[in-house]
């Protein structure tokens, strides 16, 4: 069962792989929050998201039989990076499974990483039985995005950083607010400062009508989302929390928090302009939430996690020209 | 004199105001390269270069007395942004002199940062003889930004940070490029690294006609641009190296390397795509001699530093359509 001990022996994995992303801060940012705001930017993490650290975590806790098998993943991107990069670095074979409608550099990147790509249609065909079919022996380990226990104690790496990181600054209470899909990431926080700074709260960040984890919270069940696809928070749109991440969010989680897409490319815009940070649009959640919806927030101190910057140029202009400031 | 103890007691003043920027690197950068790259995120320093130390430095190095009497600086606007926000913090009023054809979001943000801007025509009027006429009763300290001994040791900082990264990182020799303007992080760097990592060769980088000081270490004399404005890369397009700055470069750095505006822009676009950094064009100038240049590199193994990230947004789209990755 996924605990602090598993996190901190993932770390220790971990130690001198993955970056320790830095904690970053504006008074530009503060002003618009009318709070405190740091950045917890893991869009500088290697392969340009937290996702490396999970997929680390995962490949480095296999057997050598079964790193010599390879490993299979599916993912909208960030994930299939991850684990990418991380199998190669062990020397052991990836198959990734790719939605159709992942942007294009995600999945040109997850091959140049070394991994073979599968795509699938993602309004039509299960990615289940998709990855069931590449791995029809059977030996190959399956990684899952987040209801894995050991991809859950990589992505609580950050949380172990985000505290170090929030004492250092002399922060002594305040959110956590992290952009959430399957909940791999808010679970692996909450799990780790629930441990070592009870003092923050973990809430999930959403965009509206992927709000899937919200409503879960909300309604005590798992909730899932009409649409399966469409947004340009495509990191983070998930159908469903998941059955290893829910119980752990529910019991250590404040109320979800939903943000519009345009609030997300405000947040890409005011990322790139303050922090000199290139954050994916799904990726800016949190920090949207943190900027716009002051309001449900209840912290003078705020660390919204920036969860990934591997975005569509085309995307990135667009939020540039909508809400960069002008020359 | 400029010398490694000033650098060693302004990383003291600077502790815990500073940030410890960022080692970053991409297989894909190295492949570009064909020899492993690390780039020094200054981009990432607050105030989004890092003139925030040398302005930090010099402030936290005056009396009592001259603080309250206030600071003046001359700046394209990295220089200008970092001394407001070291002056603020240090509830010290800062004047700040810059040319009008600095990138406004410099010029706005200096404002914002607290300090009032005076602008001047970089064709037709002399800095100094604006600074003089802003203090004419000759009390306000004027911070020079790279003639000036303290803020050189700021900007020396960076250099004992490359030195630790390069060794948690394994990196044992090679060269260090500086994207140059009057020399200050240059010589600073280079002073830094001569004491704490003398394997490693300081080189600077400037783009084509404004490559003063690249002529100035061959010809053995201060050598001065013909142009003094019009180019992208604004923020290290100074007249000529400093007085104080260029003896240290001709003691201890290597050629000068220059490079072309497209190839700066094309390296703003790799650091945007491959490390989720925004860097300003002159902020890439080693980045691209890095990228680009190897015929003029000794080293298998090149750290950049990317000196600053404040860029106006009609430049950094052109940068992603010209070089970006293509959707």
Redesign the interface.
Known sequence: MSNIDMIRAAQSRLNGHA?K??L?SS??LDDIAGRKIWVK?E??QHT?SFKFRGGWSAVSALSDIQRANGVIAFSSGNHAQGVA?AAARHNTKAVIVMPSDA???KI??TR??GAEVVLFDRENQSRDDVAAEVNQNGKMTLIKPYDNEQVIAGQGTVGLEIAQQADENGIEQGEVLVCCGGGGLTSGIALALQDTAPNFTTRTCEPAEFDDVARSLMSGNIETNTRKSGSICDAIITPAPGEITFPIMQNLCGAGLVVSEDECLHAVALA??R?????EPGGAAALAAALFHGDELNSENIIAVATG??V???V??QA??KF????
């Open positions: 970056r992303t830095p970053l008074p530009f930017a869009c500088l340009g990069l942007p294009k550099i040109e990147n140049a990483l790139y302009e922090l000199r940070i290139v954050v910057g591997n569509d140029t085309d990135f202009i540039l020209q960069g400031a002008k020359s």
